[in-house]
């Protein structure tokens, strides 16, 4: 089975049929390890419990980041490659990716409430996860208001493509913007290096995450070729109407 | 005459002419800058100190509102898709399209800000540095938008999906331009090295805009 | 478990993340359904995709 198998709309159903309840289980037993060693895990000498937060946060901000570089990449399978499964893959990802961002966004907000006294401050990380949220908003806005799906998706992945030139770019310019701006306060999470009794439950629910995201993924394109065979079948329907 | 020459020629005549909407973005800049002290209050020393900010937020705005313009009207009556098939790449037509935008629309702001940042109580001697960086920014504001632009014409929705694909683009433009403005008059920090980024900024956006946009137009019009 | 005296930004954070996963996977689940049981009325009705009508 190679991976050209993949290009078929048909037979990547069904290995998507296959492979999705070994996936759904691998998340599940993955998120409940996690998610036990991040609630027992110990407190923080700085932060107290509140680093539990962390536990959601970094891996919802890891996965907010790779979401977009996925798209960035199906774009281009979609302008260059021309693989026929690019376009379904990066639109999958859009919501998965902008949830992530959103609960990165949140979860830090209400990490930082307790913790450094805020629930918002135009730090350059937060200022540039922001951003990455309106970016997507934007190209889920496009696959909104595009009534055909394929022009949407185009313009979908030109926006990918733009947005991941400028990430990188707007990352720059909000450190260098904050730098200037940035009020004498700093911020500090409990040392320079993680100690391994917080760093293994982070990697563990990391993992756990990916793999909810990879899952979630798949289902979505899922869906989203039998909308598109749906679409077609009616389409067909109507020039037999007309014939 | 040079085919890119006429290209600009015709779109900077359609933009004078009625109909053609090239001041309202002066004037849309006018009116927002003049809103400000309402919302803000009249304090005089808090209107400057965003002043330079609040002039590039309208800039800004100005620019978005009218880059549908770019466009749209081409594509309804069809000669978008007769420049498509011209001879000239059609990289350069949508650069030359872009130029002509920036001459009618973002340079009327850059002209009026001076009298617009008098009306903030802007700092005097800045109101130049200020201008400048208007002069530097709005062109990299102009050649961003064209990739939304291009992106909406393709999908016949203008307004709104434009000004949400755009502005997350222009934050590192606005964020440059505002730092250097603010440099310029009180800061500890240089004006040159924000200045400086804000150039490459609009020097980079002349060359990707207009690849994104043909990209967009290509793919979202066939 | 002692999460300290910000229990409530955890319990909120923790809660706000299940939240958001599960509507995910919720809309992910009923639009599955949905789309099936379109495709099943499609295909009843007789409409079908045209590398079946090769067979």
Known sequence: MAVIDLANPTRFLRIVDRVLPWLIGATVFLLAVGLYRAL???????????????????????????????????????????????????????????????????????????????????????????????????????????????????AAAILSLVGAVNLPIIKFSVDWWNTLHQPASVFRIGGSTIDPSLLTPLL???????????????AVMRNEILRRRIRSMRLMQAQEVHA | MNPL????????????????????????????????????GPDLALLARIGPAILWLGA????????????????????????????????????AKALAHWLTTGLPLVVVAPLLGLMLNVDMHALGWLTLTLAAGTPALTFIGLIGAALSVALRRGGLLLAVLVLPLTVPVLIFGVTAANAAIAGPTPFSPAFTILCALSLASLVLGPIAATAALRHGLE | ???????????????VTLFVVAALIAW????????????????????????????
């Not at chain 1, 629910?205 to 993924?217: C, D, K, R, S």
């Not at chain 2, 359609?14 to 004037?27: D, P």
């Not at chain 2, 069809?78 to 650069?95: Q, R």
Request: net charge neutral; charged share 15%; with cysteine.
């Open chain 2, 60 to 95: 800004l705005l100005a620019s978005l509102l009218a880059l549908d313009r770019l466009f749209a009207t081409d594509h309804d009556d069809g000669s978008l898709d007769l420049l498509m098939m011209g001879g000239v790449p059609l990289e350069l037509t949508v650069a």
């Open chain 2, 5 to 40: 020459a006429a290209i600009l020629v015709r779109d900077m005549r359609l933009a004078v002419r009625i109909g053609g909407g090239a001041f309202m973005g002066a004037l849309f800049f006018l009116i927002v800058i003049t809103m400000t002290p309402f919302a803000v």
């Open chain 1, 204 to 218: 563990i629910m990391g993992l756990a995450f990916t793999l909810l995201f990879v899952t979630l993924h798949l």
């Open chain 1, 40 to 154: 027992n895990a110990p407190d923080d000498y700085q932060q107290g419990a509140t680093v539990k937060i962390m536990f959601l946060h970094v891996p919802a901000a890891w996965l907010g980041m790779f979401g977009w570089a996925l798209m960035s990449v199906a774009a281009l399978g979609t302008l260059v490659w021309r693989h026929p499964l690019a376009d379904v893959s990066g639109k999958a990802v859009a919501p998965i990716g902008a949830a992530f961002t959103f609960i990165c966004l949140v979860t830090g907000s209400l990490w930082g409430r307790p913790t450094w006294g805020t629930y918002w401050v135009w730090d350059a990380r937060l200022t540039s996860m922001l951003v990455l949220l309106l970016l997507y908003l934007g190209v889920l806005a496009l696959y909104w208001t595009a009534e055909d799906p394929g022009r949407g998706a185009r």
């Open chain 3, 28 to 55: 992910v689940l009923l639009d599955y359904s949905a789309q099936r049981r379109i495709l099943g009325d499609l295909e009843e009705r007789g409409v079908t995709r045209r590398s079946r009508r090769k067979g």
């Open chain 3, 1 to 15: 478990m002692n999460l300290g005296p910000h229990a409530d930004f955890i319990v909120a954070a923790y809660a």
